[in-house]
């Protein structure tokens, strides 16, 4: 009869432990669906949107024509000196960090990195600047275009003529 009783309290024993083990997974489970909550809405936000449609703050369009006016030098790619005035631009002007500045380099370096025609950025990201900045910003990030456009060698006649047009589309020429 003791046997019985033993052998009971060790099956309820068992169903209970597994039933705990099973709440706590599905705790687990909830906990790591809520962390990555942000990432899926974000990535829900920008399915069917690829290239320059994906750009969507200032920031972002101002890292985006300050590449486009690297790679209109000679050698046509970003030199190391180019992506460290970028990012210096970033920090100093954006006020980024660091890492945030570096990490903000990279993803719009490859939005733009199938782009052969770097001047194909203008027109769409002056289209976002222009709503979101004033005109003081925008003279700001023209001279920002221009260090990164000479931080090596003088620039070009394409990068002047894309700042040129830059600054005409923004309506800083008089």
Excluded at 60 to 86: C, Q, R
Excluded at 128 to 138: H, M, Y
Aim: charged fraction near 25%.
């Amino acid at each position: 009869m003791h046997l019985i009783g033993i052998l009971t309290t060790i099956a309820i024993a068992i169903f209970w432990i597994s039933r705990a083990v099973r709440g706590s997974r599905d705790i687990a489970d909830a906990a790591r669906r809520f962390k990555n909550r942000p990432r899926q809405d974000n990535f829900r936000k920008r399915q069917g949107k690829s290239g320059y449609s994906l750009v969507e703050t200032p920031v972002e369009a101002a890292t985006v024509l300050m590449i486009s006016t690297a790679k209109l030098d000679t050698l046509g790619g970003v030199s190391e000196a180019e992506i460290a005035a970028i990012t210096l631009q970033l920090e100093n002007y954006m006020q980024l960090n660091t890492d945030t500045a570096d990490r903000l380099y990279q993803q719009m370096y490859n939005l733009t990195q199938s782009s052969t025609l770097p001047e194909k950025a203008l027109f769409p990201m002056v289209d976002i600047l222009k709503t979101s900045i004033e005109r003081d910003e925008a003279v700001e990030l023209s001279q920002m275009m221009n260090r990164v456009a000479s931080c090596e060698t003088p620039a070009t006649a394409e990068q002047k003529e894309f700042i040129r047009r830059f600054n005409e589309r923004m309506n800083l020429v008089h």
